[in-house]
């Protein structure tokens, strides 16, 4: 102890070990944006789903087909956007496709899902938010009208902000162009089954993603059409914790099912096995 009697008592050298200053790997801990219990980040496992609250953190898009073991073959991967003036557009687009390896914010192409042939999109939060851009809309109208020809099931994975506001009024029009497709496809008697994960939102929510034969819903997925924010300026109230996400929206009726990740594949073959026109395809 008679080292912290002395006031100018020297504290001992400590040996430098190259281990001390080597920094700690981005990502490897982790809040759940849910329920904000501290994770490791192998606590998530492949599905990256939160041991505590089953939220589903979000996923790039060949992460899903992966997860979905499904057999894929892409459709119109070299669709890309022309030539554009906004500023700074063209470099943000440029970070978004070497991030996803996308050209766009959407997968599309067929996929066998527990051995039934669909037609499937997958939109993707990491592409600029998965907004809605002019070939967003084009490929997602592509996929429901080669499904109308091709007599397949569609499953389409929702993750939107909403319009990208960068295309502005062409953004708005692919909610229109989309519904046309969507209502062909159903006029053929074929059913298209959406999944909405987290964040659904904005032009997206307000046109296919709530236009489908069967709804689900990843646990706890933000879904609505006005940010919180925005619905709490305009009203000048507070709103419920809860009442844009997954379970609010199942018991207000415009869900039919929440659904764990893990069981996703199982449970849309099955839906596609049941919807299936008398005497199969």
């Given at each position: 102890m008679d080292l912290f009697n002395k006031?100018?008592?020297?504290?001992?050298?400590?040996?430098?070990?190259?281990?001390?200053?080597?920094?700690?790997?981005?990502?490897?801990?982790?809040?759940?944006?849910?329920?904000?219990?501290?994770?490791?980040?192998?606590?998530?496992?492949?599905?990256?789903?939160?041991?505590?609250?089953g939220y589903g953190f979000r996923l790039q898009a060949y992460e899903r087909v992966r997860l979905m073991k499904t057999a894929f073959e892409e459709w119109d991967a070299d669709l890309t956007l022309g030539e554009t003036d906004f500023p700074g557009y063209a470099e943000k687009l440029s970070r978004a496709k070497s991030q996803t390896k996308l050209n766009e914010s959407v997968l599309t192409g067929q996929a066998v899902i527990e051995n039934e042939t669909v037609a499937l999109g997958i939109?993707?939060?990491?592409?600029?938010?998965?907004?809605?851009?002019?070939?967003?809309?084009?490929?997602?109208?592509?996929?429901?009208?080669?499904?109308?020809?091709?007599?397949?099931?569609?499953?389409?994975?929702?993750a939107s902000g909403g319009a990208r506001m960068q295309e502005g009024i062409n953004s708005l029009m692919q909610m229109a162009k989309v519904s046309a497709a969507v209502a062909a496809h159903q006029e053929a008697g074929l059913p298209y089954f959406v999944v909405l994960t987290d964040p659904t939102t904005g032009g997206v929510t307000a046109s296919f993603a709530m236009q489908g034969d069967v709804t689900l819903a990843e646990p706890h997925a933000l879904v609505g059409f006005a940010g919180k924010r925005v619905i709490e300026q305009t009203i000048h109230e507070k709103v419920p914790k809860d009442f844009q996400r997954a379970e609010t929206v199942l018991e207000n009726g415009f869900i039919d099912a929440v659904v764990q990740r893990k069981e996703l594949p199982t449970v849309l073959a099955q839906l596609v096995k049941f919807h299936q026109p008398q005497g199969g395809r």
């Open positions: 006031p100018n008592a020297k504290l001992p050298k400590i040996k430098k070990d190259a281990h001390v200053d080597a920094q700690i790997p981005d990502g490897l801990f982790l809040a759940c944006p849910y329920c904000g219990e501290q994770l490791y980040s192998k606590q998530l496992g492949d599905h990256r789903v939160c041991p505590n609250c939109m993707d939060s990491y592409f600029m938010m998965g907004s809605l851009g002019t070939v967003t809309g084009e490929k997602i109208t592509r996929l429901f009208e080669k499904a109308t020809t091709q007599q397949l099931p569609v499953i389409l994975f929702t």
